[in-house]
Antibody, heavy 121, light 107 residues
Framework: QLQLQESGPGLVKPSETLSLTCTVS??????????WGWIRQPPGKGLEWIGS???????YYNPSLKSRVTISVDTSKNQFSLKLSSVTAADTAVYYC?????????????WGQGTLVTVSS | EIVMTQSPATLSVSPGERATLSCRAS??????LAWYQQKPGQAPRLLIY???TRATGIPARFSGSGSGTEFTLTISSLQSEDFAVYYC?????????FGGGTKVEIK
């Protein structure tokens, strides 16, 4: 059974870079046809897709965050990572990682449990 | 970007009653639409994909319909564990986008 687990600092200072890692277990991150994505949810609000990466390294980013986001993959560790630069309080959210495919199979499943990141000095 | 609009924002329903949730896309997404359920403190859980196919382990009381720009999630007889927030998501285009959610609460 595939499982995803987010990890990283729970507190980040304004203007600094948020860094999170998602560790995949129960399956290989190098499986063809799968993308690995990041989604966030500010407290009390809805879901926002941040970006996704294919195991080969191809990436798609939300245009609203593209200038600040970098997603990378480390197949040797079965992990993928998110970096969000120049953070502000508006970036405070629960960050989820999830798997999906492309074209007509693009739903997110499964999801990690999520990790709360607070941006504050 | 495709904007997904869900209505109503909040739906008050008694246990055992039917709940009907709507999701509208700003342009056609064909049948490339998923529904998720989220309970407090938990990650979203996939309910429906392909607009109408139930995910593994999802009870038959959950059903999805629609195509193009208009979609519906129906819960035929609400159980206590169904009170939650429901989101739709399109995967026809990048960027992937979610609706704002419908909260189903106990009446």
């Amino acid at each position: 059974q595939l499982q995803l687990q987010e990890s990283g600092p729970g507190l980040v200072k304004p203007s600094e870079t948020l860094s999170l890692t998602c560790t995949v277990s129960g399956g290989s991150i190098s499986s063809s046809s799968y993308y690995w994505g990041w989604i966030r949810q500010p407290p009390g609000k809805g879901l926002e897709w941040i970006g996704s990466i294919y195991y080969s390294g191809s990436t798609y980013y939300n245009p609203s965050l593209k200038s600040r986001v970098t997603i990378s993959v480390d197949t040797s560790k079965n992990q993928f990572s998110l970096k969000l630069s120049s953070v502000t309080a508006a970036d405070t959210a629960v960050y989820y990682c999830a798997r999906h495919r492309d074209y007509a199979y693009g739903w997110f499943d499964p999801w990690g449990q999520g990790t709360l990141v607070t941006v504050s000095s | 970007e495709i904007v997904m609009t869900q209505s109503p924002a909040t739906l008050s329903v008694s246990p055992g009653e039917r709940a009907t949730l709507s999701c509208r896309a700003s342009q056609s997404v064909s049948s490339n639409l998923a529904w998720y359920q989220q309970k407090p403190g938990q990650a979203p859980r996939l309910l429906i994909y392909g607009a109408s196919t139930r995910a593994t382990g999802i009870p038959a009381r959950f059903s999805g319909s629609g195509s193009g720009t208009e979609f519906t999630l129906t819960i035929s007889s609400l159980q206590s564990e169904d009170f939650a927030v429901y989101y739709c998501q399109q995967y026809n285009n990048w960027p992937r986008t979610f609706g704002g959610g419908t909260k189903v609460e106990i009446k």
